[in-house]
């Protein structure tokens, strides 16, 4: 069944180019009204003139995604609703953690999370009204894993995946269902951090489909998930939790003791996968606590002397309990609070004991006040446990701008700011700890906290990409998810549960974490609740590869939406951007060869064969030979003359590069092959990138499809053509050959479905829209060859006569060629090409080109005028622009 979205608006946040133009392209082509939202006004309106030329629906909207009321507003004046939003706007400010500015900070929250909210926050009641909606949110895997310079935008996109999950539990009861994806796809944002070579794989049209299939009111329920994916794989991801360790909760319960069992402790054996706060059973681990034996000891205890530790929002609650335990360990501690007097009050606790402590009264934003009473007091620090935080709780329907902005500048730039604060001391002094704080709300998303679980998981995000820059300096990084009765849990938990999971039993961990005892662990994260204590890392399913040599379709992910979501085998857990993205990577080369179940051993075998990378370097002057062979003229300068300001090959140029290394393959590896009895049966061309009039080509062929014919075989080979020097992707070549009497080796005898390359392209039932009428030369054959097919069978009549025929004949290329000029001269460039040569032409011969424009396609057929014959079937190419159909050159 074909998902339609007749009916549907779709918003598209940043939808100017990349994964936005994709998604926008896919729902205008599937019957939706497209908003396609982007600061670049210019680019927007190209995608919008895209979608309309292929008879959709689109308009443009400008606005800022921070002003979500204006994006949301412009789908209800152009369509009169919204059913569907996709928050993809994004922006990168890339720099190393001590070099980062506050600015760049900033701006990466602000695109990122904040137009995320404001956007779903103006959707949202239309939502509810209309008990429908879908909402997008792009994570990325610098969020889930963190990523060396990338702490502002690691921080964001972790933070849309408990976004999202809070979305999907408030918004349940309404059928709004919300998915964050973490997505790697081709962008002009992602080239600024991507080698061409790996971005060549990254198509966002594989992305895509997924969105599409998941947003669709019959598409599969992906409320709450995370998914990975790129390069035509696609993957569940979800938190897997060790079974941890219950420490008796009395004065045995010290950081030694979290040192003596910390192996046991993060041990995954018996793992657990919880999907909410409740999964847990937290109240029966802290009952089975109070039973244990005193807690045994390390053999050498964790002491702070010497260390000086700052810890914000120390007032009271959980930062007061660190306190006291870091002074009553022989720490210096900086005790901060926005209240004086609660500051105070720790410092004068500590005093009173004989410790070391001085106040630092100010917001957890201002990093380096605190760090300078630090300095000033104690002459250093080495310790940072950021934990200052406020809730604002309400249910996103109330939620108010102000309730986000604020719940997200105290705990996430608080904790960026002192972070940024003692970096440059760690690093110089080549030693630091930090722990943060994050929730259980963080990781696993809360009724009426959206902006506290996004801030949380932000963190999250934060800490591990402070963890992988630290490592060199000997600073670790780890991240706390504690449940603790405080005067913030006060206002939403029982009292028997605030005066049962005391804040005195979670500081034991955030002692041995922040500890010069803990040299290994660091980028994990934690969850601490009543004397128990475990480790949380991804878990991510086996997921699929889909072949990336064909199109991917909604209805594809679809079909295989039971192995993207199955977790019970093939599973992996991946603890870095390199360790999640290798699956993805191991699909580059997945062009339907993906084991076959009806290709015998020998096709098995060969589709394993990679060609060397095969040279070709070309020069202008090969441009006009080449655009000469296919019957281009001097009166046609664009084509025949480098001077010419719009000098260009035409675009069936991309045949030649791939030539030498396709027709190189070796096919002997067929039962009684005979090269004299092979026979050109398809070919399509793909152009991925613009065409350079002179270059350095790199080309590598692999078999990609064999059929068993009886008395022949089919042998399909792909050939991927790209920059030599950049990587990039300039062509995809796919020759489909037949060679008789090398049937009957028990092979498939149908061919699987490639998309454009494998289209039947059936005739319309109407006249052409436009005929071409073409006299070929009597020389064609011996200029074209000129190019590099120098078969004699297009020369030699003695050679000729071996094959069968009366006289040379013309290259299959070559008057495929002339048919695709005929195109470009009548409808515009294109994108791809694909024919069927149905029979010989001979040099001499009128070429007669028959179009009929469907879409963004034109269907042809090319016959010989003098003898009525097709000699091009099944063909079609997918034009660049549809909707401007160019004037005859």
């Known amino acids: 069944m074909s998902l339609s979205f007749q009916g549907h608006t779709v918003v598209v946040t940043g939808a100017g180019g990349g994964l936005g133009r994709a998604y926008s392209l896919l729902y205008g082509s599937r019957g939706a009204n497209v908003v396609v939202n982007d600061f670049n006004l210019e680019a927007a309106q190209k995608v919008v003139d895209e979608i309309k030329a292929g008879g959709g629906k689109a308009v443009v909207n400008n606005s800022s995604v921070t002003d979500g009321a204006s994006v949301i507003k412009s789908a209800l004046e152009a369509f009169g609703g919204i059913t569907i939003l996709i928050n993809n706007a994004g922006i990168l400010r890339d720099k190393g953690f001590k070099n980062m500015s506050d600015k760049e900070w900033d701006q990466v929250q602000e695109v990122h999370l904040k137009g995320a909210f404001s956007c779903t ?80 794989h990254f198509q966002p049209e594989f992305v895509a489909p997924l969105v599409v299939a998941v947003t669709h009111p019959d598409g599969p329920d992906a409320n709450g998930k995370i998914f990975v994916l790129g390069a035509g794989y696609v ?71 010497g260390k000086t530790a700052i810890i914000t929002g120390a007032g009271a609650g959980l930062g007061r309990i660190y ?17 004086e007097k609660g500051a105070q009050s720790v410092v004068d606790e500590i005093t009173k004991a004989g410790g070391k402590a001085a106040a630092a009264v100010c917001s957890a934003e201002d990093g380096d006040a605190i760090v300078k009473a630090a300095l000033d ?75 506290y679980s996004t801030a949380k998981s932000a963190i999250i995000g934060l800490t591990k990409t402070l963890a992988i820059e630290g490592k060199k300096y000997n600073i670790i990084a780890n991240v706390l998810a504690p449940s603790a009765g405080t005067a913030m849990t006060q206002t939403i938990w029982p009292q028997e549960m605030v005066d049962a999971f005391k804040p005195d039993y979670v500081a034991p961990v955030v002692g041995y974490l922040a500890s010069s005892d803990n040299e290994e662990t660091s980028g994990g994260l934690f969850e601490v609740s009543g004397g128990w204590a475990a480790q949380t890392r991804w878990q991510q399913s086996k997921g699929h590869g889909f072949t990336v040599s064909k199109p991917l379709t909604p209805e594809d992910v679809v079909s295989k ?29 997945n062009q339907a060869s993906e084991e076959d179940p009806e290709d015998p051993q020998i096709v098995r075998d060969a589709k394993k064969q990679v060609s ?110 790209k920059d030599k020097h950049t990587g990039k992707v300039i062509f995809e070549n796919q020759s489909t050959v037949v060679i008789r009497g090398s049937g009957g080796f028990g092979g498939k005898r149908t061919g699987s479905d490639r998309g454009a390359a494998s289209a039947a392209n059936a005739i319309p039932k109407r006249q052409p829209d436009a005929v071409v009428e073409e006299k070929t030369t009597e020389s064609q054959a011996a200029l074209y060859r000129l190019s590099g097919d120098l078969n004699p069978l297009h020369i030699l009549p003695e050679f000729a006569a071996v094959g069968g025929f009366d006289k040379p004949v013309l290259h299959g290329l070559c008057f495929m060629g002339i048919a695709g000029k005929h195109v470009v001269k009548t ?33 042809f057929q090319t016959k010989v005028k003098e003898r009525g014959t097709t000699v091009l079937a099944a063909a079609a190419a997918t034009l660049v622009d549809s909707g401007k159909v160019k004037a005859k050159l």
Request: overall charge neutral; some cysteine; aromatic content about 10%.
């Open 561 to 589: 939406w039971a192995a993207i979501t199955h977790f019970a085998e093939g599973t992996t857990n991946p603890a870095s951007t390199q360790e999640g993205m290798q699956p993805l990577v191991d699909n580059f080369n």
């Open 377 to 451: 007091n104690f002459g250093g620090v080495h310790i940072l446990i950021a934990n200052a935080g406020i809730l604002r709780d309400k249910s996103f329907t109330a939620m108010t701008e102000a309730e986000w902005d604020a719940v997200i500048a105290v705990h996430l730039r608080g904790t960026y700011k002192c972070a940024k604060a003692v970096w440059p001391i760690f690093q110089k002094q080549k030693y630091g700890r930090i722990v943060t704080t994050a929730s259980g709300v963080g990781i696993y998303g809360n009724f009426g906290q959206a902006n």
């Open 121 to 200: 926050k103006a959707a949202w009641p239309i939502f509810r009204k209309q008990k429908f909606g879908r909402i997008i949110n792009t994570a990325s895997a610098a969020g889930l894993f963190g990523n060396f310079g990338q702490a502002n935008y690691s921080a964001a996109k972790m933070g849309l995946t408990a976004f999202t999950r809070t979305l999907a539990l408030e918004g349940a009861k309404y059928n709004i269902r919300s998915t964050a994806i973490a997505p790697i796809a081709a962008s002009a944002m992602t080239a600024t951090v991507m080698p061409p070579e790996m971005l060549a």
């Open 612 to 721: 060397d990378p095969v040279e070709y370097s070309y020069t202008e002057r090969d441009v006009i030979l080449y655009n000469l062979g296919i019957g281009a003229t001097e009166k046609e300068l664009q084509w025949t003359y480098e001077g010419h300001d719009q000098f260009s090959a035409l675009p069936t140029f991309g045949v030649i590069p791939q030539f030498p290394a396709s027709s190189g393959l070796s096919l002997d590896w067929l039962p009684d092959f005979n090269p004299a009895k092979l026979l050109h049966g398809e070919q399509y061309l793909s152009i991925k990138a613009p065409i350079p009039t002179s270059g350095e080509l790199v080309n590598e062929a692999r078999v990609l499809e064999v059929l068993d014919k009886g008395k022949a075989a089919a042998v399909t080979t792909i050939t991927e053509t």
């Open 827 to 859: 409808f515009g460039q294109f994108k791809d090409i694909k024919v069927r040569f149905a029979s010989v032409v001979y040099p001499g011969e009128t070429l007669v080109t028959e179009m009929w424009k469907e879409g963004d396609k034109v269907i």
């Open 235 to 305: 993957a569940e991801i979800r938190w897997e939790r060790s079974k941890g360790v219950v420490f008796k909760t009395d004065e045995s319960f010290t950081p030694s003791a979290v040192k003596q069992r910390w192996n046991e402790l993060t041990n995954f054996t018996d793992a657990d996968h919880p999907k909410g706060m409740a999964d847990g059973n937290i109240i029966e681990k802290l009952k089975l606590s109070k039973a244990l034996p005193t807690n045994a000891q390390a053999s050498s205890a964790v002491r702070f002397d």
């Open 323 to 339: 306190s006291l335990m870091f002074a009553r360990l022989g720490a210096n501690v900086i005790v901060n609070d926005v209240s």
